[in-house]
């Protein structure tokens, strides 16, 4: 039992921890049929079966059961010795982000974040590729929409309020909903929610396309904020605009506003993440007002 190889340990926690050979094979950036050879000679040197097989469905037998508990501790005591010698041990975040969430809202705050965490550092990539978490590239992702890959902790940030948004001097001539008939409507072609289900939450027929067409949030944003015309946006990813001025919601409290979970913070589904994601996580809680997730 000593020189069970820590290869094939690693294939099981990953397999038992996504329920799935081929997330396990993706997360580990090898194939599905090595994932199974490497589970078939654990078994074997064990002589214990860990799966119940039924096809391509497998789960875990009680004997994988008791064997998961042992082996995500041992990874995660593991992997916490390695940060507590290592140069990336507990200041060092490399995290993808959504592009207009990481313009609109998370780089106006990072010098906030450092300041309350000394010395802590971040890599940010805001590329439109979403990050699989293959090969260890990143350690957390902020994704706009919820993430279909398994094996990944996902936990929401937050309901957002969508409204239609402008320059103060547009704004005059927006009364009620049906003024906008009246002005151009920039579309943000990306987005969750778009233009046609405003107009019909607010009991109107939506109108013919006009107006700029973006494919970013913050590019819908600036080109509102320059007078193109009206704006279907987060207040979140909007808020500087709207402190400052530059963006009004011409019909607050008169229109029916659009509400939905937009961004969720995700990374690797293990027992405990890495001291850098905890740190993150708990400080992004703070700044949108939620609570510190029982993960962490």
């Known amino acids: 039992m000593n020189n069970l190889p820590l290869g094939a340990l690693r294939a099981f926690e990953a397999a038992a921890r996504t329920g799935s050979f081929r997330a396990a094979s993706e997360e580990l ?3 599905p049929s090595a994932v199974s050879h490497a589970i078939r000679k654990l078994e074997d040197l064990m002589g214990v079966a860990l ?3 039924e096809g391509r469905v497998v789960r875990l037998n009680p004997a994988g059961e008791a064997l ?3 082996v995500s501790n041992g990874f995660d005591e593991l992997r916490h ?3 507590q010698v290592s140069g990336r041990a507990s200041n060092h975040l490399r995290l993808h982000c959504a592009p207009s969430m990481a313009a609109q809202w998370l780089m106006p705050r ?3 974040l450092i300041a309350e965490h000394p010395g802590f550092d971040i890599r940010l990539s805001a590329s439109t590729d979403y990050p699989r978490f293959l090969n260890d590239e990143f350690d957390a992702d902020i994704c706009y929409g919820p993430p279909r890959q398994e094996g990944l902790t996902v936990i929401p940030l937050g309901e957002e309020v969508v409204c239609p948004l402008c320059a103060p001097e547009m704004a005059a001539g927006i009364r009620i909903p049906a003024d906008l008939y009246d002005h151009p409507l920039i579309e943000s072609e990306h987005k969750r929610l778009r233009w046609n289900a405003w107009f019909l939450a607010n009991g109107l027929a939506p109108p013919s396309p006009r107006g700029s067409r973006f494919d970013r949030s913050f590019m819908a944003i600036a080109a509102a904020v320059d007078g193109l015309g009206v704006t279907l946006e987060s207040t979140r990813l909007a808020e500087r ?3 400052d001025g530059r963006l009004v919601a011409p019909l607050d409290g008169v229109a029916h506003d659009l509400r939905y979970m937009g961004h969720f913070l995700v990374f690797p589904a293990k027992s ?3 001291k850098a994601v905890r740190i993150f996580a708990d400080w992004l809680a703070r700044e949108l007002g939620l609570k510190p997730s029982a993960v962490l």
Do not use: M, T
């Open 81 to 83: 010795g390695i940060e």
């Open 272 to 274: 405990k993440p890495r």
């Open 51 to 53: 799966f119940e097989r």
């Open 110 to 112: 990072l010098r906030r």
């Open 68 to 70: 998961q508990l042992c």
């Open 29 to 31: 950036g090898i194939s």
């Open 241 to 243: 605009e709207i402190a």
